[in-house]
Structures are given as C-alpha cells and as structure tokens.
C-alpha cells in the first residue's frame, strides 16, 4: 500500500538558519508529490508540487523541495527561516491521477526560535 | 473567489446526537473531499465525489457517518449518533478535474467536539 512517511514530529530552527523537513514515499512508479502547510487553526494551503521534469522545484513563501528516486524522498528546504514559518507541514502523495485522494504523512511541526 | 467555505467553525454536541458539517466547494471545481484529522491518525480520507457522485467512500468509519452532495455547490456529512471518538477536525477540499494543477484546495475546517 501506498505511504508516506515523515520521520520528525517536531523540529525546532532558529530563525535565519536553513531548514530541510524529511518525507519518504513508498510507491511502485513515480507518484505526484505535494507539500502542504497548515498553520493554526487553519486549513492546508499548497507550497508546491512535483509531476515530472526537473527534480528541483520551487514553491511560495522561498520553499524549494527536491525529488530523488533512488531514495524515495522529496525534503522540503528553506535557505533562511522567518519566524512566520512556524506551522505543521505535510507531505502528500497522489498515487493515480488528477483529482483522486491524496495521502497524508503524519506531519512535522516547525518551531521557530529567536 | 472566496474559498472552500465550510461550516460551522466548531461544533460541540452531546454523544448521540446528530451532527451535519456543510461545505461549499470553489465554483468549477469537479472533486470534493471530505478528510478528518486526528493527533492519533494523522489526516484521513473519508470519501470524496467526482462530478456530485461518490468514487470512494473506503474510509468512511462506520455507518455512523454519510456524506452527500446533491449538487455542485453543497455538500454534507454527517454523523448520526456521534461518539466521543468522532472529536477531530473535519477539513472538506475541492479540486478541478484534469486542469493539470492536481491541487487540492482546503476549507479552514470544522472542529468537533462530542462530549
């Protein structure tokens, strides 16, 4: 069955440092790979997305997150943390097409220290 | 466009009532998704409609729980009678059909509590 793993709950940065959040897939092809960021008390909100093409993509808020097959992984990174990125991230896979449900990792909670 | 909007915001019910969650998903939008999110279980599917008609319903609970959508622009799911163990943030999302952006659009979620 399909998976997706987030192997760190919790992840504490101080701001202005770099940031990298792990996600592992476990899926025979190549699935469609999300990241979503959900702060508090609100819903998910899409950072980007990975399809095909160049493995490095670029999302808002200055995330970046890179696709690796050999490891199954898709980490999501951030040069320079602001305190504003303090939130839960989530890590999706889309194993079929277009418009069928996505599976969840568990989610990594960023904390943000001054 | 304003959003998936959902409602209401929270919910506090005694064990054995009845509990109705709407959602209105974004104009133009063929999927709907119904997800619920647990610190136990993480977020989970429970069913989601393509075009007003349910695809998949495999992670609906229990027969306790039903979901419709008898048009575009409304949904329901509901919960009846509802157990403590339904307390969790219910997130409806909706989605375009074959656009090529693969984005699922979140509402802000309900939250219930069944006491």
């Known amino acids: 069955a399909q998976s997706v793993t987030q192997p760190d709950i919790h992840i504490t940065v101080s701001e202005g440092a770099s940031l990298e959040l792990r996600c592992n897939y476990s899926?025979?092809?190549?699935?469609?790979l999300f990241w979503y960021v959900q702060s508090p008390g609100q819903g998910l909100q899409l950072l980007l997305k990975y399809f095909s093409g160049d493995t490095l993509v670029q999302g808002i808020k200055g995330f970046e997150a890179e696709f690796k097959r050999s490891q199954s992984s898709f980490n999501l990174r951030k040069p320079s943390v602001h305190w504003s990125d303090a939130a839960e991230y989530f890590c999706?896979?889309?194993?079929?097409?277009?418009?069928?449900?996505?599976?969840f990792g568990k989610g990594t909670t960023l904390s943000v220290s001054s | 466009d304003a959003g998936v909007i959902q409602s209401p915001r929270h919910e506090v019910t005694e064990m054995g009532q009845e509990v109705t969650l709407r959602c209105k998903p974004i104009s133009g939008h063929d999927y709907l998704f119904w997800y619920r999110q647990t610190m136990m279980r993480g977020l989970e599917l429970l069913i989601y409609f393509n075009n007003n008609v349910p695809i998949d319903d495999s992670g609906m609970p229990e027969d306790r729980f039903s979901a419709k959508m008898p048009n575009a622009s409304f949904s329901t799911l509901k919960i009846q009678p509802s157990e403590p163990r339904d307390s969790a943030v219910y997130f409806c999302a909706s989605s375009p059909d074959s656009s090529g952006s693969y984005e699922q659009y979140f509402g802000p979620g309900t939250r219930l509590t069944v006491t």
């Open positions: 899926y025979g092809a190549t699935p469609y």
């Open positions: 999706a896979v889309a194993p079929y097409q277009a418009g069928t449900a996505l599976i």
